[in-house]
C-alpha cells in the first residue's frame, strides 16, 4: 500500500512540482528514515570496534584485524553487487529471493573455505575467525538491504541495533582491559553471523549454498560482480603503488585520513541500495520520470552529506588527535581532498545505481574499467612526482571526473532505454 501511495506522489511531483517536488516526495517515505537510520548504527557500529581495537593493539596484531576487516567490507560490497542490486532491479518475488540467499550462502561458504585453512596455516587468528562468520555476516548482509530496500524495513533496523548494541559493548570490555583484543573482534563477528543466520531462517529464506544458473539475472550478476571487483582492485592497486613509489608512510596517511570518512562513507554507500528499486520503478513511468527521481535523489544526498564532509575537511585538530593519536599528524594535510573525494562519490552514487536499475552491466564495466585506468595511472604519477598530498589531490580531482563521467553515461543509457521502449 504505501509503495502505491509513493508512486503516485512520484507521478504529481512530475507535473506539480519537478524536482522540488520529488524530493518532497522521498522525504515523505518512510523507507528513507529507516535507511538513513540503520546504516547510522551500522557505521556506529563497525567504528566502535575499530576504533577500540586500534587504541588496545600492537601495530602488528592491528594490521592483521585491518586486513580482516577489509576483506568483510569486500565480501559485503561484493555480495550487494553480485546478488542483491540484480535483484533490487527486477523487483524480486519471494522465491527470486530465496534463490538469491541461496547465493548468497554458496560465496560466503566458498571464501570461508579460503580464509580458514588461510588463517590457520600462517598462524593469522583473526582472518581465520572472519573466515568462520563470514556466511553468517554476509546473510546478514543480504537480509538487511533486500529488507531495507523493498521487503520488511523493521527486520534491517532492528538486526542492525541488536549488532550495534554488542559491538559497543565489545568495544567497552576492551577499552576497560576485561577481554583481550582478538575476543573483542571474536564477539563482533560471531554476534553478527548469529544475527545473519537467525533473520534469514525466520524469513523462510533459503542457506543452501547453490547457484541457479537458469536464471536470467545470472549475467547482470557476474558483470555488476566483475565491476565491483575491478574498482575494489583499482582502490587496492592505488595504495599499494602509492606506498612502493612514495613510501608506506604515504599510505598510512590515506589510511588514516579514510579511518574518520568511514562512518560517512558508509551513510552514502547505503543510499544507492535504496536508489536501485526506486529509479528501477520510476523507468515504468518514462525518462521524465526516472531522470527527475534521479536529480532529486542526489540533491537530497548533497543536501545530507556535503555539510558533513566540509566538517570533516576542517576537522578539529583536538579531536583528530584523540581519535589518531600521532597519526593526526599525518592524516591532517591530506584530510580536505579525501573529503572533495567522498563527496564526488557521494554525487556518483545515484547514477551508479542508476545502471542497476537499468540493467546495463556492460556499459557498466566499461566505464569501471576506463576510470580504473584513467585513476591509477593519474594518482601514481602524482605520488611519484611530488608525494602524499599530491596523491590525494588527485584522488579528488579523478573521483570528480568519475562523478561527471557515470551521469553522462547514465542519462545517455536511459535516453536509450526510452527510445527503445517507444
Given at each position: 500500500?504505501?509503495?502505491?501511495?509513493?508512486?503516485?506522489?512520484?507521478?504529481?511531483?512530475?507535473?506539480?512540482?519537478?524536482?522540488?517536488?520529488?524530493?518532497?516526495?522521498?522525504?515523505?517515505?518512510?523507507?528513507?528514515?529507516?535507511?538513513?537510520?540503520?546504516?547510522?548504527?551500522?557505521?556506529?557500529?563497525?567504528?566502535?570496534i575499530?576504533?577500540?581495537?586500534?587504541?588496545?593493539?600492537?601495530?602488528?596484531e592491528?594490521?592483521?584485524?585491518?586486513?580482516?576487516?577489509?576483506f568483510?567490507?569486500?565480501?559485503?560490497?561484493?555480495?550487494?553487487?553480485?546478488?542483491?542490486?540484480?535483484?533490487?532491479?527486477?523487483?524480486?518475488?519471494?522465491?527470486?529471493?530465496?534463490?538469491?540467499?541461496?547465493?548468497?550462502s554458496?560465496?560466503g561458504?566458498?571464501?570461508?573455505?579460503?580464509?580458514?585453512?588461510?588463517?590457520?596455516?600462517?598462524?593469522?587468528p583473526?582472518?581465520?575467525m572472519?573466515?568462520?562468520?563470514?556466511?553468517?555476516?554476509?546473510?546478514?548482509?543480504?537480509?538487511?538491504?533486500?529488507?531495507?530496500?523493498?521487503?520488511?524495513?523493521?527486520?534491517?533496523?532492528?538486526?542492525?541495533?541488536?549488532?550495534?548494541?554488542?559491538?559497543?559493548?565489545?568495544?567497552?570490555?576492551?577499552?576497560?582491559?576485561?577481554?583481550?583484543?582478538?575476543?573483542?573482534?571474536?564477539i563482533?563477528?560471531?554476534?553478527?553471523?548469529?544475527?545473519?543466520?537467525?533473520?534469514?531462517?525466520?524469513?523462510?529464506f533459503?542457506?543452501?549454498?547453490?547457484?541457479?544458473?537458469?536464471?536470467?539475472?545470472?549475467?547482470?550478476?557476474?558483470?555488476?560482480?566483475?565491476?565491483?571487483?575491478?574498482?575494489?582492485?583499482?582502490?587496492?592497486?592505488?595504495?599499494?603503488l602509492?606506498?612502493?613509489?612514495?613510501?608506506?608512510?604515504?599510505v598510512?596517511?590515506?589510511?588514516?585520513?579514510?579511518?574518520?570518512?568511514?562512518?560517512?562513507?558508509?551513510?552514502?554507500?547505503?543510499?544507492?541500495?535504496?536508489?536501485?528499486?526506486?529509479?528501477?520503478?520510476?523507468?515504468?513511468?518514462?525518462?521524465?520520470?526516472?531522470?527527475l527521481?534521479?536529480?532529486?535523489?542526489?540533491?537530497?544526498?548533497?543536501?545530507?552529506?556535503?555539510?558533513?564532509?566540509?566538517?570533516?575537511?576542517?576537522?578539529?585538530?583536538?579531536?583528530?588527535?584523540?581519535?589518531?593519536?600521532?597519526?593526526?599528524?599525518?592524516?591532517?594535510?591530506?584530510?580536505?581532498?579525501?573529503?572533495?573525494e567522498?563527496?564526488?562519490?557521494?554525487?556518483?552514487?545515484?547514477?551508479?545505481?542508476?545502471?542497476?536499475?537499468?540493467?546495463?552491466?556492460?556499459?557498466?564495466?566499461?566505464?569501471?574499467f576506463?576510470?580504473?585506468?584513467i585513476?591509477?595511472?593519474?594518482?601514481?604519477?602524482?605520488?611519484t612526482?611530488?608525494?602524499?598530498?599530491?596523491?590525494?589531490?588527485?584522488?579528488?580531482?579523478?573521483?570528480?571526473?568519475?562523478?561527471?563521467?557515470?551521469?553522462?553515461?547514465?542519462?545517455?543509457?536511459?535516453?536509450?532505454?526510452?527510445?527503445t521502449?517507444?
Amino acid at each position: 500500500m504505501a509503495e502505491r501511495v509513493e508512486e503516485e506522489d512520484q507521478k504529481k511531483a512530475v507535473t506539480k512540482g519537478g524536482i522540488l517536488a520529488t524530493v518532497s516526495g522521498i522525504v515523505r517515505s518512510g523507507r528513507v528514515y529507516f535507511g538513513i537510520t540503520t546504516n547510522v548504527l551500522s557505521s556506529v557500529g563497525n567504528f566502535a570496534i575499530s576504533i577500540s581495537l586500534a587504541r588496545v593493539l600492537g601495530i602488528s596484531e592491528l594490521g592483521e584485524f585491518a586486513v580482516a576487516f577489509a576483506f568483510y567490507v569486500f565480501c559485503a560490497g561484493l555480495i550487494r553487487a553480485a546478488v542483491c542490486e540484480p535483484l533490487l532491479a527486477m523487483s524480486p518475488s519471494r522465491l527470486a529471493l530465496s534463490s538469491g540467499s541461496n547465493r548468497v550462502s554458496l560465496i560466503g561458504f566458498a571464501f570461508a573455505l579460503l580464509l580458514v585453512p588461510f588463517g590457520l596455516v600462517f598462524s593469522m587468528p583473526y582472518i581465520a575467525m572472519l573466515g568462520l562468520a563470514l556466511p553468517g555476516l554476509v546473510l546478514f548482509d543480504y537480509s538487511k538491504s533486500m529488507n531495507l530496500a523493498m521487503f520488511d524495513r523493521k527486520i534491517s533496523l532492528i538486526q542492525e541495533s541488536v549488532w550495534t548494541f554488542v559491538s559497543m559493548i565489545a568495544g567497552t570490555l576492551l577499552l576497560l582491559d576485561r577481554i583481550t583484543g582478538f575476543q573483542g573482534f571474536v564477539i563482533w563477528a560471531a554476534s553478527g553471523a548469529v544475527i545473519g543466520f537467525t533473520t534469514v531462517l525466520w524469513q523462510s529464506f533459503g542457506i543452501r549454498p547453490t547457484w541457479n544458473l537458469a536464471k536470467n539475472d545470472t549475467h547482470n550478476a557476474l558483470a555488476f560482480g566483475g565491476d565491483y571487483i575491478i574498482g575494489s582492485g583499482a582502490s587496492q592497486v592505488n595504495f599499494n603503488l602509492i606506498g612502493v613509489v612514495a613510501g608506506l608512510a604515504s599510505v598510512g596517511s590515506l589510511r588514516a585520513g579514510g579511518t574518520l570518512l568511514g562512518p560517512v562513507s558508509i551513510v552514502i554507500g547505503s543510499a544507492q541500495t535504496l536508489a536501485i528499486p526506486y529509479l528501477s520503478r520510476g523507468i515504468a513511468h518514462g525518462g521524465r520520470v526516472t531522470a527527475l527521481r534521479a536529480l532529486a535523489s542526489t540533491s537530497l544526498i548533497a543536501v545530507l552529506s556535503i555539510p558533513i564532509l566540509a566538517i570533516m575537511a576542517f576537522f578539529p585538530p583536538f579531536l583528530g588527535e584523540m581519535l589518531l593519536g600521532e597519526n593526526w599528524a599525518y592524516a591532517e594535510p591530506v584530510l580536505p581532498f579525501l573529503a572533495l573525494e567522498m563527496a564526488a562519490i557521494a554525487m556518483t552514487t545515484v547514477p551508479f545505481a542508476g545502471f542497476r536499475a537499468l540493467q546495463a552491466g556492460r556499459a557498466s564495466v566499461l566505464i569501471r574499467f576506463s576510470l580504473a585506468v584513467i585513476r591509477v595511472t593519474t594518482v601514481v604519477l602524482a605520488a611519484t612526482v611530488s608525494g602524499v598530498l599530491a596523491a590525494a589531490i588527485a584522488m579528488a580531482f579523478t573521483s570528480c571526473l568519475g562523478a561527471i563521467v557515470w551521469w553522462s553515461g547514465y542519462l545517455f543509457q536511459l535516453r536509450r532505454k526510452t527510445r527503445t521502449a517507444i
